[in-house]
């Protein structure tokens, strides 16, 4: 008797409805989570504007502008058909043009 009162508790509306509130409840907070993190992760605060960039072929204009020196930059394009530039938007920003 007393399986069959326990079974017809888990089958009934309530509490299956119950459930999908609370999966619901867990969604919303997990999905709200993962958008705070990643807003938090892309603000400004994070931006830099390296020096270099990586030229050439594969990488277009203005490349892959990830290194703070020349040095970085040239071991990098050792033994591709690479080069290295300055970032247009570091040299516009020195001579007043970019802000």
Known sequence: MASV????ILVSGSF???RRREMQNLLGVALLTVF???IAAASPASARD???CLQGKQWGYPGNCQFST?????ATA?????YCG??????????????
């Open 86 to 99: 300055i970032n247009p938007r570091v040299a516009f920003r020195e001579r007043g043009f970019y802000r």
């Open 50 to 52: 390296y020096r270099y």
């Open 78 to 82: 050792s033994g591709t058909d690479a």
């Open 70 to 74: 020349y040095r970085q930059c040239m």
């Open 16 to 18: 299956i409805s119950q």
């Open 36 to 38: 705070i993190l990643t």
């Open 5 to 8: 009162d326990l079974w017809n």
